[in-house]
């Protein structure tokens, strides 16, 4: 039956003034569904152009047809028509709802001096849980609808047209991972569009073709800049940075854009993540970088993989070897104290167990240098026979741009272009 008017109220979302909490903008006119814009999206809405929508009361033995865009009406009344323009078609973006106002519908009866009119919410994630689900297995349906004088409300569960991102052209990131596959793009971000590798989604497809950073590297430093030629800046929220198995790894942010900035041509941003692996597996990590709102965000993502937990171990085993040695020290004070105090010894002598431990310290003297003389005579023999050989370098795991084997080039803090090669 029809649902009383008052549970609007249980809804704060949609409490009091529409205008207050629905943001986009109609950038078309007429009886037809207009394009919708935000500051970060558009979604053009004609492919709902004259899709009806029916809904029947059983209480009051009354059927209602929404007509998207066109008009709303029952059995016994006109409840209102669209008429386009500015404000006729709004988005709320945390509940991926887009409102409908249809108005100038009858006025008979009570609706003397105000004709009927409806509002239309249209659900895209099915309608919120208090006003029920639509008894149809197929969308469009209404899942609630209800009269309050001159005014009608209607909700309706569909599937809405994607919207059109409005990305930030000219903000790139860039990887300076070199533990990242050869195949792997190292440019993350592009004219604020992420790259295929680097997709924050859910998807299998996704996530089995996403960048994975090995566990030999303990950090990943990622710049933030804009493109060479841009003469334009760029505002950025701090980096929301999480990762979907917390039982796995643990992650610390630092760098100079950790907690937002502003990107210039001339000046770019790190972000650098730390890397503490608690246990064996791989973890998905998101980084999330937003622009207070006026641009579509640059969230991407990776997977790191984690074969144990060295930083938790390493850390543990830190603070037990200081406590060894604090004890150690701690007792070999108190008892020279002791001894020089009680016993009247000086020196080396005051030490507790120095009669123990020097004939042990002399015999490990002795074998020391005895062990040096013989490296020395091995190196000499060496450097007679001319043998000789060189140490090869080992990076860190990171390097500005390129692998082992190519020189660093472009994207260095004091290069001013900061193109991407």
Request: proline share 5%; hydrophobic share 35%; aromatic share 10%.
């Amino acid at each position: 039956g029809l649902v009383p008017r008052g549970m609007i109220n249980q809804w704060p979302m949609f409490r009091g003034t529409h205008a207050a909490i629905l943001l986009a903008l109609v950038v078309s006119v007429g009886a037809q569904c207009p394009i919708v814009k935000t500051e970060m999206e558009s979604w053009d809405l004609s492919v709902w152009n004259g899709v009806s929508v029916v809904f029947h009361n059983q209480t009051a033995a009354e059927t209602w047809n929404v007509t998207m865009c066109d008009l709303v009406s029952s059995q016994i009344y006109d409840w209102g028509n669209f008429q386009g323009g500015e404000g006729s078609v709004q988005f709320h973006e945390p509940s991926d709802t887009f409102y409908m106002l249809y108005e100038n519908g009858d006025r008979g009866e009570d609706c003397m001096n105000d004709p009927r009119q409806t509002d239309v919410y249209v659900h895209c994630q099915g309608c919120p849980p208090h006003l029920g689900q639509c008894v149809e297995n197929t969308v469009p349906c209404i899942c609630a609808a209800w009269e309050d004088g001159c005014v009608a409300e209607v909700h309706i569960h569909d599937v809405c047209p994607v919207g059109q991102p409005k990305y930030r052209v000219g903000f790139d990131v860039y990887d300076a991972s070199t533990g990242i596959e050869a195949d792997v793009s190292k440019v993350v971000v592009k004219d604020g569009e992420v790259l295929p590798a680097w997709r924050d989604e859910s998807t299998p497809e996704v996530k089995a073709s996403r960048a994975v950073i090995p566990h030999t590297v303990p950090k990943a430093l990622f710049y933030l800049m804009m493109s060479e030629g841009s003469t334009e800046n760029t505002e950025f929220d701090a980096p929301d940075v999480f990762t979907d198995q917390p039982s796995i790894l643990q992650i610390t942010v630092d760098g100079s854009g950790a907690n937002g900035g502003t990107v210039t041509p001339s000046q770019m941003q790190t972000v650098e993540l730390h890397f503490h692996c608690l246990m064996k597996g791989l973890a998905d990590v998101h980084l999330e970088i937003s622009f207070g709102g006026k641009f579509y965000p640059s969230d991407f993502a990776f997977t790191y993989e984690c074969v144990g937990a060295h930083s938790s171990a390493g850390s543990a085993g830190g603070v037990l070897g200081f406590m060894i040695i604090g004890l150690i020290i701690f007792g070999c004070v108190g008892g020279a104290g002791y001894n020089m105090k009680t016993h009247g010894k000086q020196g080396i002598d005051a030490l507790p167990g120095i009669e123990i431990w020097q004939p042990i310290l002399v015999q490990a003297k002795e074998g020391a240098v005895a062990l040096f003389g013989k490296a020395s005579d091995k190196l000499n023999e060496a450097r007679a026979g001319g043998v000789g050989g060189g140490m090869g370098g080992g990076g860190s795991g990171y390097t500005a741009v390129g692998g082992d084997d190519e020189p660093v080039k472009g994207f260095q803090e004091e290069d001013e272009s900061f193109g991407i090669i």
